[in-house]
T-cell receptor, first 115, second 119 residues
């Protein structure tokens, strides 16, 4: 079974600074996708960024980028130029064919951006 | 494009009562998911539908939870009777579905959730 571990329950960062959220996962599959989802307070979860396991190049989406280390099974999210609107729970998630394409989420990291 | 709709947004019931949640997915999305998110944890899949058929309900407590997706569009999730440990946010999500291509690429779009408190 796949597992996703987020070891940082809470983090904080000053506005305009950079922060990195950690995620590790465990799987025996070779073909899979990894995701970061954002869940703002009392608002719905949205996809931030995703990474295909067979691609070596790290995904980027504007201020969001990932550091994907396949051998180490690590998938961290870097947020540059943090904004107040980035305050949210961030969930790392995994999907692979062996899990019937079922998303497995980590427990989340609560990120607070301070003015 | 309208997003995933859920109702009610909040519900408070007493244990042993029954409750039902409703979800309307994004138009054209064949796959629908129900998740349970307990405070401090990530969402856990309860059931997944492809059109009106069940793909995965391995983590659905079938002695008290039931779900249906009539006509392959809207879905309802029911709990009967509710227990204290059912207090959670129930999220509905939808995606295009496997026929759209590689299922690994599926992006799930989430609704706002229903927050349930069982007293």
């Amino acid at each position: 079974a796949q597992t996703v571990t987020q070891s940082q329950p809470e983090m904080s960062v000053q506005e305009a600074e950079t922060v990195t959220l950690s995620c590790t996962y465990d799987t025996s599959e070779n073909n899979y996708y990894l995701f970061w989802y954002k869940q703002p307070p009392s608002r719905q979860m949205i996809l931030v960024i995703r990474q295909e396991a067979y691609k070596q190049q790290n995904a980027t989406e504007n201020r969001f980028s990932v550091n994907f280390q396949k051998a180490a099974k690590s998938f961290s999210l870097k947020i540059s130029d943090s904004q107040l609107g980035d305050t949210a729970m961030y969930f790392c998630a995994f999907v692979g064919g062996g899990s019937n394409y079922k998303l497995t989420f980590g427990k989340g990291t609560l990120l607070t951006v301070n003015p | 494009e309208a997003g995933v709709a859920q109702s009610p947004r909040y519900k408070i019931i007493e244990k042993r009562q029954s409750v039902a949640f409703w979800c309307n997915p994004i138009s054209g999305h064949a796959t629908l998911y129900w998740y349970q998110q307990i405070l401090g944890q990530g969402p856990k899949l309860l059931i997944q539908f492809q059109n009106n058929g069940v793909v995965d309900d391995s983590q659905l407590p079938k002695d008290r939870f039931s779900a249906e997706r009539l006509k392959g569009v809207d879905s309802t999730l029911k709990i009967q009777p509710a227990k204290l440990e059912d207090s959670a946010v129930y999220l509905c999500a939808s995606s295009l579905g496997y026929l759209a291509g590689d299922p690994l690429q599926e992006t799930q779009y989430f609704g706002p959730g229903t927050r349930l408190l069982v007293l």
